[in-house]
């Protein structure tokens, strides 16, 4: 005769009272991007990229561009966020972009800077027409997204940054062909090469084209006295 075991009485688990507590309400305001332009990359942030082999490009290059270089990512400058308001339980928040222009880029502008060529040619636009300190520091913005070493940066991508610069934020278009006037005169013939490089420029950066007024004012704000900054359209005018 098999003897059952006896199972203590099931006891049911009262329910235990809540202790949460309600978590604040966070309130995401992203930064308002500028005026859309075309061909600009509609990512927030432009990917700083290195290359495994760094490709020269120069004036006197005629090779054509290869149809695809490896490339590897550095890693993408993150973006923070910044407490706005803190009001009870809520709390707004802004995202501050991070940007790509480091010391270098600085660096490599003051060298070319001191090219007799290009304080000519700065010398020579007395009105800004296409080198006043919103062109300029947008040089040096493209300078950060080439992806090029610092000390490989020469006279001709000064001028290549310099003219899609001005093709970027200009409504007139004229001035930026004062470009070709200095540098070939008369010589229609290396126009095609100059236009051939700007293309493979524009390509290096990943048609991220476009500089934030924000980015802007941050890069003059890196050295504020720079004689570069003076160069103001509405102070001549």
């Given amino acids: 005769m098999a003897s059952g075991q006896a199972h ?32 600009v990359d509609p990512s927030p942030q432009p990917q700083s990229l290195g290359m495994k082999k760094k490709r020269e490009w120069s004036e006197e290059s005629e090779e054509e561009p290869e149809e695809e270089l490896e490339l590897e990512r550095t890693p993408e400058p993150k973006d923070t966020w ?45 009105d800004l027409r296409v080198s006043d300190k919103y062109l300029l520091a947008m040089v040096i913005a493209y300078f950060s997204r080439a992806g090029l070493f610092s000390w490989q940066y020469q006279r001709i991508h000064f001028f290549l940054a310099l003219y899609l610069a001005s093709d970027m934020e200009e409504d007139n278009q004229a001035p930026k062909q004062d470009i070709f006037s200095f540098l070939y005169g008369k010589d229609y013939s290396r126009r095609p090469l100059f236009h051939k490089l700007r293309y493979q420029l524009i390509c290096s950066m990943r048609w991220r084209m476009w500089v934030s007024p924000e980015e802007m004012e941050e890069i003059q704000a890196y050295d504020p006295e720079h004689w570069v900054w003076a160069r103001d359209r509405a102070l001549i005018s």
């Fill in 8 to 39: 203590p009485p099931f006891e049911e688990e009262s329910p235990q009272p809540s202790t949460s507590v309600q978590s604040p309400q966070v309130v995401a305001d992203d930064e308002v991007p500028g005026p859309s332009v075309p061909w």
């Fill in 82 to 126: 910044v407490v706005e308001m803190l009001c009870g339980l809520k709390m707004k928040l802004t995202r501050k972009r991070a940007s790509s222009v480091l010391p270098e880029h600085h660096e490599a502008f003051n060298r070319l800077l001191e090219d007799p060529v290009i304080q000519k040619f700065l010398a020579w636009d007395k």
